[in-house]
């Protein structure tokens, strides 16, 4: 009969070795997936900024309908004989943009706005290759970090529908015989609020990655709710500007008045409410759609004013600062914005407030991510 042991005996063979704790992938500090995942992110990140700096210079060159054909693949190769070029120009010829407006063009001037829409069109081909080889390159590595498979997927998914939405933008200005010389501009404000939501998943996605997820999960109990939801009503604020900008650019409409604080020497745009049906003035009326530019810049930035007063109130260093930054950038846009408008756009001035308008998105997004993981700070400073 076996001996009685104590229970509080250890009956486990005290000689064995014990498996060390084998911290997942997720929780390897600065190295790791989670360190590559990073990087691979503002790879694509700094790609989608040039992404759309590249488009806002196809639309101010008036590049857009320069290739009149959607060719996912075999539109990569560009015309490389006389005979090939001669044949895209033809093609654009044909449209209402050169029948209307640009039948002065000669080869050469049609081939300097060719390049720009190819260009454009082909740096997207590199943002989806560059994310495919990432996002399936990391998956068969088993690199993903637990529960950031769909996030990973998601900035190439909305990738893929912002090209059906690219193409569908400019074969609404690929037209004979309708007297359109330009994209719409409701589809061209799709497709620039598109790409402003793929930077945001990026951006937000970089910010996550930037900390372990223990140190994440500890930050999100320190929560500022208020803080946390003003700064996502300023977000959605500012794209809603973003939109009313694609408007404006759309249209030329921030050619149409030039004078300030008044637009055409009144309060209100004499011009306002010329066409028929009445909400086409909401998308086609240079004088309305600017006007509703200005008051909503006014707006937001007294909103801003109001958020920032409540973030500086922070007691987290870090986060004032993403406020006051936040702040500091949306007031320069809003100046910038106005020199603008004075100086009729001119290229330089409004891809610098394209430019500017990005910094001000990313700025509120940091923001908005300081609120919802604010970092405590030692009393040692």
């Not at 190295?31 to 990087?39: D, E, F, K, P, Y």
């Not at 973030?311 to 320069?332: C, D, E, I, K, Q």
């Amino acid at each position: 009969m076996s001996e009685k042991r104590s229970i509080f005996e250890e009956v486990s063979d005290a000689d064995a070795p014990r498996p060390a704790a084998q911290p997942g992938m997720i929780d390897k500090d600065r190295g790791g997936a989670r360190r590559a995942v990073r990087a691979w992110q503002i790879v694509l990140l700094i790609l989608v900024v040039t992404m759309i700096l590249v488009g806002g210079l196809t639309r101010l060159t008036d590049s857009g309908l320069s290739i009149t054909e959607w060719h996912p693949i075999t539109g990569a190769m560009p015309p490389t004989t006389e005979e090939a070029w001669q044949s895209e120009f033809e093609k654009y010829k044909a449209i209402d943009e050169f029948q209307l407006q640009n039948q002065w063009m000669q080869m050469e001037d049609f081939q300097v706005i060719y390049w720009w829409e190819w260009g454009h069109r082909q740096l997207g081909r590199v943002i989806g290759l560059v994310w495919a080889i990432g996002f399936f390159g990391l998956l068969a590595l088993r690199k993903v970090p637990t529960g950031w498979t769909g996030r990973l997927a998601l900035p190439g998914v909305l990738g893929g529908v912002q090209g059906a939405v690219g193409w569908w933008m400019v074969s609404s200005g690929v037209t004979q015989g309708e007297g359109m010389v330009d994209v719409a501009s409701y589809r061209l404000a799709m497709h620039l609020g598109l790409a402003f939501a793929i930077l945001a998943l990026l951006a937000w996605n970089v910010f996550g990655l930037g900390s372990t997820e223990r140190d994440l999960m500890q930050a999100r109990r320190a929560r500022e709710d208020k803080l946390f939801g003003l700064s996502t009503g300023l977000l959605h604020f500012a794209f809603l500007q973003i939109l009313i900008g694609a408007l404006v650019a759309g249209i030329d409409a921030g050619r149409s008045y030039t004078d300030w604080p008044l637009i055409g020497g009144q309060v209100f745009p004499p011009d306002a409410s010329v066409l028929e049906p009445w909400w086409r003035n909401l998308f086609e009326s240079p004088g309305l759609v600017q006007w509703i530019h200005r008051m909503a810049g006014y707006l937001l930035l007294i909103f801003a004013v109001i958020v920032w007063t409540r973030g500086r109130r922070s007691p987290n260093p870090r986060t004032r600062f993403s406020f006051n930054l936040a702040f500091v950038a949306l007031l320069l846009q809003v100046v910038l914005g106005i020199v603008t408008v004075v100086y009729a756009a001119p290229l330089h001035i409004a891809i610098v407030h394209q430019l500017l308008a990005i910094g001000v998105w990313t700025a509120i997004l940091n923001a908005r991510f300081q609120a919802a993981y604010p970092r405590a700070t030692s009393v040692r400073g």
